[in-house]
């Protein structure tokens, strides 16, 4: 299969519209059959329940082209399961989870062309999503649904690949105690759009939001877990009811206590503890490992040790391991690597 001509090496993180997508429609309780369409627009009533009270799940996930010139994708279980966990969250009905790695398994098949090559530094990200479809004007969920998922390869979310940012902390929450913090519904980024934008516009690359109760713990950013290394060398990542399971943290942890034989804790972090860090990383589909150099609190300043100019050296272990399993240059434990072609 002949590759498409794009200048992989530079793609940032943005949509670029491939030809194929799948869909499925949700009708009288039950799913149809889904199938490939070509077919990138949505016509809906203008009355649909996604277009008023915002009722949509997504996921992110990837498909690598590997050292060995095959196709796969990295653990697309945990995210059928996530989507699910979402959808029941929203009243909405679950995609099925072997329909879902079905629905992934032909889109990545579907656009082989589009899979960036191996040694690129692209990636062919996934983007499953469903959302109400019919008329709904009472608060109430819709009896209509339609589950999709495209393709669009990327590059690195943050533009500079793996330099460290600067972040803030925001003064808007993320998140409230028991609301919808734990799964991914589109509402979740929708409220963190000001929040980044007010970011950006005063010279930070993302936020830092903090519990919204108590205002003293670390929770996470827009759209990546945490991850610090402390300076014994631990791993210390965040745990929280109202911050996403992030499929990439959970991988890590298990790669730092398997693959690299660190202690790994996965607890509450006050904000406090943060000048006491060695390291320090956000970590996502999206984000993959983006290292974190510099946190600034209303004018106060905390500098990582680890620096501006690269990742710091447990950090950068964590990201060859991670990715050497992604791209297929070290064995994955059993069941973490999809084959697709
Ligand atoms: N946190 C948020 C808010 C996210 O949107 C994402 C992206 O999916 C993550 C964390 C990272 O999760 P994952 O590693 O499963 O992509
Ligand atoms: C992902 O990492 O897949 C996400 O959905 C995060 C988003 C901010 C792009």
């Known amino acids: 299969m002949e590759k498409k001509n794009l200048d992989w090496a530079n793609l940032g993180f943005g949509y670029i519209q491939t030809e194929k997508r799948y869909v499925s429609n949700y009708k009288n309780g039950a799913w149809d059959d889904g199938a490939i369409t070509e077919d990138a627009n949505i016509v809906l009533n203008e009355c649909a329940g996604v277009f008023q009270y915002a009722q949509t799940v997504f996921e992110g996930l990837k498909a690598y082209t590997t050292e060995d010139g095959h196709i796969v994708c990295f653990r697309p279980d945990l995210n059928a399961s996530r989507l699910a966990d979402s959808a029941r969250r929203l009243e909405m009905p679950v995609f099925p989870e072997d329909r879902f790695i079905d629905a992934i398994q032909q889109v990545v098949e579907a656009n082989a062309a589009y899979v960036p090559p191996y040694g690129s530094g692209a990636t062919l990200y996934l983007r499953p999503y469903m959302m109400g479809t019919n008329p709904v004007i009472g608060v109430k969920p819709a009896d209509e649904y339609q589950f999709r998922v ?192």
Not at 161 to 174: E, L, Q, Y
Not at 202 to 229: H, Q, S, V, W
Not at 300 to 326: A, F, H, N, R, V
């Open 150 to 341: 495209f393709a669009t390869p990327v590059g690195p979310y943050f533009k500079g690949g793996a330099k460290p940012i600067t972040i803030c902390v925001s003064d808007f929450d993320r998140a409230a105690p028991h609301g919808t913090g734990h799964i991914k519904a589109g509402l979740n980024y929708a409220m963190s759009l000001h929040a980044i934008m007010t970011a950006h516009r005063n010279g930070f690359d993302e936020n830092m939001y903090l519990d919204p109760a108590t205002r003293t713990k670390i929770e996470e950013t827009g759209g990546a877990n945490f991850i610090f290394i402390t300076k014994d060398n631990k791993l210390v990542t965040p745990k929280s009811d109202s911050i996403l399971p992030s499929i990439t943290r959970r991988s890590i942890m298990y790669v730092a206590e398997h693959y690299l034989g660190m202690t790994v804790e996965h607890r509450e972090v006050e904000f406090s503890e943060l000048k006491d860090f060695a390291e320090a990383g956000l970590c996502g589909t999206a984000a993959v490992i983006s290292p974190v150099g510099k946190i600034v609190n209303h004018g106060e300043e905390i500098l990582i040790p680890s620096g501006m100019e690269e990742m710091g050296p447990t950090t950068k272990k964590l990201y060859d391991t991670l990715t050497g399993i992604q791209m297929g240059r070290i064995e994955a434990p059993e069941g973490w690597i999809k084959k697709i072609l």
